[in-house]
């Protein structure tokens, strides 16, 4: 198992007893800065290897990692103050891990909304908490008017008798979005069940407190709604060569430089 193990980030008195634990018992602790956290661990008697872990060295390293956690090591990360995979390393370890299907979980948040966005796997650079839902559909429909087009992920609280019909809204509104419930946060039964909106798995366990993420709405093209030859002379309006602008065509539309070079040319 890999522990994310959220850290004071000032007093180094703000730590959980179950972080303490952890890290104690931990094969190995990656810190981002071994020297920063050797503070923190000398002040709890913690006496487990480190190893650092920065962010530069995280895609070299992850499958090391996720290899000696496949032998049954257990592996604890922290950041020099707060929680990992925010604006810190572990992003990429994460997804490796989901990756081979090898466990992962958070120790010590306090914020479920937090917590669950690292267990969802989604992207953690950027995000926004959502919240509860209106119960009312209009007043859904107003307050979802700030958060549909949103690029970064989005992080919604739900009650379980509510999860299937909100589920259902959100893929009525948001489109065929990936999305995670998260159950049970730091519990015996903890569970991240990924799917695509609105196809809820049907065996999903409707109890405990649950954490819904979903994935921001795609960046769109510029110029993508017109078509091929407005779009070519967009980019000449604003400068850019006869060669640069089809290269950015083709990259908007995701196509070839000589596929859209004949689709002008013809008209």
């Known amino acids: 198992m890999l522990y994310i193990v959220v850290t004071p980030i000032g007093n180094l008195g703000d730590i959980t007893y179950r972080a303490v634990e952890v890290l104690k018992k931990a094969d190995i602790i990656l810190c ?10 000398s002040r709890y008697g913690i006496t487990a290897p480190t190893r650092a872990y920065e962010k530069f060295s995280e895609a070299r390293v ?8 496949a032998a049954g090591k257990e592996i604890a990360l922290i950041s020099d103050a707060g929680t990992p995979l925010i604006s810190d390393p572990g992003k990429i370890l994460v997804d490796r891990l989901r990756e081979r299907g090898l466990p992962y979980t958070v120790v010590g948040s306090g914020c479920a909304a937090i917590s669950a966005l690292i267990l969802s796997g989604a992207d953690t650079s950027s995000f926004c908490f959502v919240g509860f839902l209106p119960e009312k559909r209009a007043d859904r429909e107003r307050a979802m008017k700030k958060f549909a087009d949103m690029q970064c992920t989005l992080v919604f609280y739900v009650a379980p008798h509510d999860i299937a019909e909100t589920v259902a809204y959100l893929g009525e509104t948001l489109g065929a979005r990936k999305a995670c419930l998260v159950r049970e946060i730091s519990k015996l039964y903890e569970e991240s069940i990924r799917f695509t909106l609105p196809d809820l798995p049907e065996n ?5 407190e649950m954490v819904l993420v979903v994935d921001g709405a795609e960046k769109s093209a510029p ?3 017109l078509d091929v030859k407005a779009h070519y002379e967009k980019y000449v309006a604003e400068g850019l060569s006869d060669k640069e602008a089809l290269k950015a065509v083709a990259r908007d539309r995701g196509v070839s430089k000589s596929e859209i070079y004949a689709q002008i040319k013809r008209k």
């Open 62 to 69: 992850a499958d090391r990692i996720a290899d000696e956690l």
């Open 223 to 225: 110029y993508a709604e």
């Open 32 to 41: 981002e800065d071994t020297r920063h956290s050797a503070v923190l661990l």
């Open 204 to 208: 999903v366990t409707l109890k405990g």
